[in-house]
């Protein structure tokens, strides 16, 4: 019972901003142009404010894992090959299947991730996932690019991938945070503070603003589709990487930021790259949808199975 409450606990304040979100929409107080604007300020401002936060702030001696950051790229790197080689066997359109790779392999691990590690271990722990954003956030961009270039028919542009990478706000924040860190620079405290209160927003909003771009309407039209990205996203990958990090002896924490990684939905910027380079943009916002409102419920499985079974 007590495992139970605790995964209660870490998912409720998560289902219910993206409730508080939905409501806002349905009520008409915000609209497609201010979820829009909120949304660039999420990810331009606000989460890179965060995530230099957790890592400025990280103990470097317990944070850094070289172990679990081989295992986080590695495990990235199996499942988008997995989702290669799978998803083309389910779905002959090719720019449906460039999508549904996407809503298979690529993790909203900054959103949903970092605030479950801080609901199970703490502040102070957050460190341990928000590294790792460093290592993954770029992979996921670069596999994306090849991804939808392979499908579309195209040459993959390393340089502008490369680009794109390099001038991720995320990156640019938690690679601020690294060098500071590394370097032990410390800011004026006025500073630090301004950055933690602006940091404090990224979350919630981010969740409010992927709450309002809910439409359970807009589901039915590609319902095979959309149950082969949640199975694969939420069930099937979380079950073979999460299996295999027990297996090899992550605990605690590390499972933690994994269960993060893994078993987080699908991220919400795979929607508005799916529709700039020619693949099935619609699809690409479903799955993110469908993605966000059933992983509310598969965490909570993950986390309650791991904590029972004592491994986290």
Partial sequence: MENLLLSARVMLPIFLMLTLGYLLRRVSLVDDHTLSGCNSLVFRVFLPAMLFQNVYNTDVATAFNPRLLAFAVGGTLALFALSMIIIPRLETDRPKQASMVQAVFRSNFVIFGLPVTAALFGQEK??????????????????????????????????????????????????????????????????????????????????????????????????????????????????????????LGFREVEIAALISLFASPTASSSYPMACEMGADGELAGQAVVCNSFFAIFTVFFWIFLFKQLGIM
């Fill in 126 to 247: 957050v460190g341990v996932a928000a590294i790792l954003v460093a290592a993954v956030v770029p992979l996921f961009n670069v596999l994306a690019v090849f991804a939808l270039e392979y499908f579309r028919g195209g040459k993959v542009d390393l340089k502008k991938a490369l680009r794109g990478v390099v001038t991720n706000p995320l990156i640019i924040g938690a690679g601020l945070g690294l060098f500071c860190l590394l370097t032990g620079l410390r800011l004026p405290a006025p500073v630090e503070s301004t950055i933690s209160d602006v940091g404090h927003v990224g979350t919630p909003l981010a969740l409010i603003v992927l709450g309002g771009t809910f439409r359970f309407s807009a589901l039915r039209s590609s319902a095979r589709q959309l149950v082969i990205c949640v199975v694969g996203r939420l069930l099937v990958g979380p079950a073979i990487f999460l299996s295999a990090a027990a297996l």
